[in-house]
């Protein structure tokens, strides 16, 4: 039993954003009740067509994505995939980003109200905003705090918001420290980087390639701020999640890794759990 | 859409034939599942060593055939073209390799209720899928003539092998090296009108697709289009592959390639929206 | 030819810091002589020793880097390095970093009244200060700025100061800018990035990994001021080189590569040559 | 130190010899500049795949043996423990198969200019240069006397070899399976005062060395210690192999274990400090 922010996880490992789909694409690989959480694609107020093709390209041991975070909109979010997610008992997560601090309070009120959300991620910083380029990035920390707090003023108790960082070793203690101090009651290190598509579009980095930065970003926040850490970036495998909860992290998200292996989540679940009898072999 | 698995299989022969490496597989629960259409994602690296995680993009590749081979009940086979680091470290593989293979993924070829004439339309390595699928339409006494395109004869696919299960077969090469000299598109017409077909099933370049959806819809026919386009995940995870359909309800949508497709209806894809996209055409 | 600050050199492929040994280890696969240019280790006033082991830890298509700048000390670089160099006709690009701006300044002194030193690059963020932790680091663009001036008013007309950034895409125009404001006549964007070892140390993070992230602040910086850029990070084949000269860059610094393959600098500049008769075989 | 090579190596023959992986590896120029104590370097991936660039770290490998084979005029012998990613790539690779290797790398032992007793220790692989040293060394009629070590059996390299070039030959394991039980530690300064040496030549652990130095000092003999540290570009290039040691005037510096290694004065090194460093012992 994991205990992130009041709530009572079944597992440390948790799927990221935007690498589940809605989540009946990974079901049939594992059953979402048995993930710690499932975190939704990033979800906004109205709903968003995405980007351009290429939207991913690989790199080496890493993935570029600027999928310009296409969803259906709150709403649309709200009739068809909540409610399924729900039926599987899985804890769902809602990642939200918006193009403006009352359109942040707005889907949070939205989301607030609707039975089931375990927790908002406030994604303050996507790394592409698609073709339209106009949400909110969090640049300083200011502009950090006033995101969290937009979200966590809207927030029943006992909906916890948890704030994404971008894991830029120099800049994310000031981050984290704002995010805590507008009451995210828990953080997430290890958003995508910024990247440059092959073509010089903006995009985002993950996989592998990036685990050591994402580390470098967790091992600074712990070091400065006594509040529980959602470690992501570059895990794939058990050595990897262990490492993270060995930092100090009290769960980690698994992104990436899913697209390579959409078993990956369950894999480290069942890993992880108290009566793993043996390790997995390595992948 | 049946339940894909997740599994490593292992190579137990692979065979050069012409421009392709043909590669049989036992992976457990992919050929059980198997329907005309639908594809297998392979991961790029031997299972358990760590250099597989420096590719983490899935290759998808068409079903070939599903036979019971060696005391295996369902044996897959798969036509590889060595064009990038992927396919040709697929196309290396040896007997007794292993490899992490996800399958069967996507939505595969509808079949007709009735016994209505069909056309089989196929280029290069992407005809792989029509064979089963001529196979099934004859159970169902639905008449099949299939028309096979390539660059030149090193590409084109076992038109012999065709000929069993096909009324008539139309061979087409650029280069004229066996068959016609040109395209699929300058004969498909043709075909469909001698067939009189009812439903046309296509699966190649965007290009070619999109000609066979217009002719199929110049004579009234239904067609049943198979895509590929670059998938990243394969399985539905990612949203990289998004295809610009019209919905029965006439509303303007985004499906997903791997996931909703590939095969979709002809005449649901926005063809001009998808080259326009930045797909590769 | 390309023109780099006034330099004339021989090839748009450099030698990044750190990673061509004292330049006879990298001799016996190509002569210096061919290459653009040769970037010294990171030379500081004193001698350092470097730090503990291990200092190298590969990690997924990269490495984590924290030797502590080991160094002879500007003195025994002058005495016993830079002769050996300028005797195989190397261009000689000498890497500084320093404890003070005093320090930098009295680097610069003994370095520009040296003959033959074809310019001098700031390190202006090295990713692990070894043990002693006791280098500066630019953090903010007025420390750039700081920084690069105390050289540069040190340097003799015809030896030009090269800043070299933090590969950080959300700071890295600012800090640029700083740089070139205070005299730096080009830029090399493409440090380490800060990455964490696995005991938690600080270290760099080098090689392909990085190399999207990298392009990323070469596309910000080429397209926020107009200034010569070298770019660097994760440079091991000929796409990866002309990806960089098409994204605007005069020249390129090839760094871990050549811990993998040795000859890679040399392979680079033969395949760029404009007598190459081929491309070479993709590696 | 010659100057090495960075080539495109091909596997001639893979065997596995009890523990061990035995390679022969065409390699041109390698095998030409050869002197025992030298290693090669190898890449991790075969050439020109992308997935190569995923281990960056290069693998140190002993030269074992050099010889004209099958119309190559100096085929490179060496001898893999399968322990992690990299050695394990290797001992799979099969004949054909082919290799980035820079060699030879790093000054060899030194031979004595009399001919005086020698003792030669290795232990597991690590004894892997011993053999081409002691041919050498009887070549300028050095006696030489082979102590041989390894934790069983499986870990020794070929002793039957060995005697032939050896007037005697020690041999200890761990679990006794063959020879005395225990370690090279107990049997050397034993050893040592039976050869009446005057050089002692050793390779294996830290541990090992580290012991080995001590005895010949105590004997008034000279030790060449053949260090094994973890190396990353193995080419002098990293700063990532420090060696603590004491220079000629008594002053202590730091050594690279690739470039100015891995063959060493024991008695310069400055064993307690490596350990010190983080130096795996
Ligand atoms: C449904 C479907 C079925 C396919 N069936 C076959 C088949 O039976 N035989 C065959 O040889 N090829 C088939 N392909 C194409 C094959 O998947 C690509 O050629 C292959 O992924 C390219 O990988 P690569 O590493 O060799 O080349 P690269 O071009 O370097 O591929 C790099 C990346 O791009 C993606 N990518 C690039 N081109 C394509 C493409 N055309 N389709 C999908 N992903 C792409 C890959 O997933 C990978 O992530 C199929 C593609 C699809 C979508
Ligand atoms: C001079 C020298 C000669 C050697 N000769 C042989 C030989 O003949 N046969 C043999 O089987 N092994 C030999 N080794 C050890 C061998 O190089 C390592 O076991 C191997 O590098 C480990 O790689 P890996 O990927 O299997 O394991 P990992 O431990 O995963 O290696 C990962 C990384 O650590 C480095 N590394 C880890 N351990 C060592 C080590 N002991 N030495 C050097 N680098 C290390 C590797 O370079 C690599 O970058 C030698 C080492 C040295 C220094
Ligand atoms: C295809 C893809 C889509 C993503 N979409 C989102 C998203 O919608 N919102 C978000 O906050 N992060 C998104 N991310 C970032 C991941 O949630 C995760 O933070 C990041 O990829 C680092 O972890 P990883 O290396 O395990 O993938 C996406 C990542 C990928 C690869
Ligand atoms: C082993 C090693 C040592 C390095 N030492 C230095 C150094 O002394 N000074 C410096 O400015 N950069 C140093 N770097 C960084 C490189 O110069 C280069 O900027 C960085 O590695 C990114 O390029 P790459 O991906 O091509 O290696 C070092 C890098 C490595 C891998
Ligand atoms: S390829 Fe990932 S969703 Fe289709
Ligand atoms: S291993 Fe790189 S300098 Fe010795």
């Known amino acids: ?283 | 859409m049946s339940v894909p698995v997740h599994v490593v299989a292992e190579v137990l022969a692979s065979k050069r034939i012409g421009a392709f490496q043909h590669l049989t597989l036992v992976a457990p629960g992919v050929g059980e599942r198997f329907r005309p259409g639908t594809f297998l994602a392979a991961s790029v690296g031997s299972p358990g060593d760590p250099a597989g995680r420096s590719h983490l993009g899935r290759r998808a590749l068409w079903i070939h055939q599903v036979r019971p081979l060696g005391g295996y009940a369902a044996t897959v086979q798969v036509v590889v073209e060595p064009v990038g680091p992927g396919t040709r470290w697929l196309a290396g593989l040896e007997r007794g390799d292993r490899l992490e293979v996800t399958g069967p993924l996507g939505r595969p070829f509808a079949l007709p209720k009735e016994p209505v004439p069909t056309v089989l339309v196929g280029e290069g390595y992407a005809a792989a899928p029509l064979f089963t699928l001529a196979e099934r339409l004859r159970e169902r006494d639905c008449p099949v003539t299939l028309v096979l395109g390539a660059v030149d004869e090193g590409h084109l696919l076992n038109a012999l092998e065709a000929r069993r299960t096909a009324r008539a077969v139309t061979v087409v090469t650029r280069d004229g090296s066996v068959g016609a000299r040109g395209g699929v598109v300058d004969v498909i017409d043709d075909v469909l009108r001698r067939a009189g077909a009812d439903v046309v099933y296509a699966a190649g370049p965007v290009a070619t697709l999109h000609a066979v959806a217009r002719a199929a819809e110049a004579h009234g026919a239904w067609s049943q289009t198979a895509l590929e386009q670059p998938l990243t995940c394969a399985t539905g995870l990612c949203q990289g592959c998004p295809v610009p359909v019209v919905g029965e309800d006439g509303v303007a949508r985004t499906a997903r390639a791997c996931a909703d497709g590939p095969v979709l209806r002809g005449d649901r894809v926005r063809w001009d929206d998808l080259v326009a996209a930045g797909s590769p055409s």
Chains 1, 3 share one sequence.
């Open chain 1, 1 to 283: 039993m994991t205990l992130l922010a009041g709530l009572r996880l079944a597992s440390p490992v948790l799927v990221a954003a935007g690498c589940g789909g809605t989540g009946r694409e990974l079901a049939a690989y594992g059953p979402l009740e048995a993930l710690g959480a499932f975190t939704t694609r990033t979800v906004t107020l109205d709903a968003r067509a995405g980007g351009a093709l290429p939207r991913l390209v690989e790199t080496p041991s890493g993935l570029l994505h600027a999928t310009g975070l296409p969803n259906p909109g709150v709403d649309g979010f709200l009739a068809t995939e909540l409610p399924w997610l729900l039926q599987q008992r899985a804890r769902v997560v809602v990642s939200v980003a918006a193009r403006s601090l009352a359109e942040l309070a707005e889907l949070a009120r939205r989301l607030g109200t609707a039975p089931g959300v375990s927790a908002v991620e406030v994604n303050l910083s996507p790394p592409d905003t698609g073709p339209e380029g106009d949400l909110m990035t969090a640049r300083e920390p200011f502009q950090v705090g006033a995101a969290v707090a937009a979200v966590e003023r809207e927030l029943p108790r006992g909906v916890p918001v948890l704030a994404k960082l971008r894991p830029d070793a120099v800049r994310v203690v000031e981050a984290a420290r704002a995010a805590v101090d507008a009451g995210a009651e828990a953080l997430v290190v290890g958003q995508a980087l910024p990247g440059a598509m092959p073509d010089g579009r903006d995009a985002g980095l993950s996989g592998p390639a990036v685990g050591p930065l994402a580390l470098r970003c967790l091992t600074e926040v712990l070091a400065a701020l006594d509040v529980p850490v959602v470690a992501g970036g570059g895990i794939t495998t058990v050595a990897d999640v262990r490492a993270r909860l060995a930092a100090g992290a009290v769960a980690v998200q698994v992104g990436a890794a899913l697209l390579h292996d959409p078993t990956t989540a369950a894999r480290l679940v069942a890993a992880l759990s108290p009566d793993a009898t043996s390790e997995e072999t390595p992948s």
